[in-house]
């Protein structure tokens, strides 16, 4: 099985959002990051919308991939409620609530790194920084979503669903091939 790899790096402006939490000292002690269910200390999340435009499908406010409700919707039907759990915060723009909003927290972590194939540097045996990521498609051969154990913030999708994602046209994300994809 095949994988790309979700980036919020997108060629123009329109797409892009800038966002910041409102109300940080909410999310204080939470581990956004960690595979961890959330949903029973979930706070009320408020995100402001710093961009000229209005809010994209997909964008990163911190650590957090926050997502519009029909996006996630497609998430979903690729993957079991124990991998995904879509935590609503509210998105304001121009002094206005955008709709369902939410943080998608991935909760499925693979150990699916190919160390011999990616460029990476490691520190006490943890992956430091990363150059270029080859992904091990055996290691996660039963997963459609999910994201790499040694780098946390990089979210694996199958092409399936990368397929029906570029189909419905959703802004404000990037699917690459593992071979294109660049950290910065």
């Known amino acids: 099985m095949t994988f790309r790899i979700w980036t919020n790096k997108v060629d123009t402006n329109h797409d892009f959002t800038e966002s910041k939490v409102r109300n940080m000292k909410a999310l204080m002690g939470i581990n956004l990051t960690g595979g961890l269910q959330l949903a029973e200390i979930w706070p ?8 000229e435009y209005p809010p ?9 991939l926050i997502l519009r409700k029909p996006l ?18 509210d998105v304001i723009f121009n002094c206005k609530f955008q ?36 992904i091990d498609g055996l290691a996660a051969k039963n997963k459609s979503i999910f994201l790499l154990d040694s780098i946390e913030w990089v979210l694996c999708i199958c092409d399936v669903l990368a397929e029906r994602i570029e189909r419905e046209n959703f802004s404000g994300l990037s699917l690459k091939q593992d071979i294109e994809w660049r950290p910065f």
């Open 44 to 51: 009320n999340v408020i995100i402001d919308v710093l961009s």
């Open 72 to 89: 996630a919707d497609v998430l979903f039907e690729f993957a079991s409620k124990d991998d995904l759990e879509f935590l609503p915060v």
């Open 56 to 64: 994209a499908d997909s964008f990163l406010c911190g650590p957090m």
């Open 99 to 134: 709709g369902e909003y939410g943080f998608m927290n991935v909760r499925s972590i693979c150990d699916a790194l190919d160390r011999k194939r990616s460029t990476f540097t490691e520190l006490d045996g943890v992956v430091d920084s990363i150059n270029r990521i080859r």
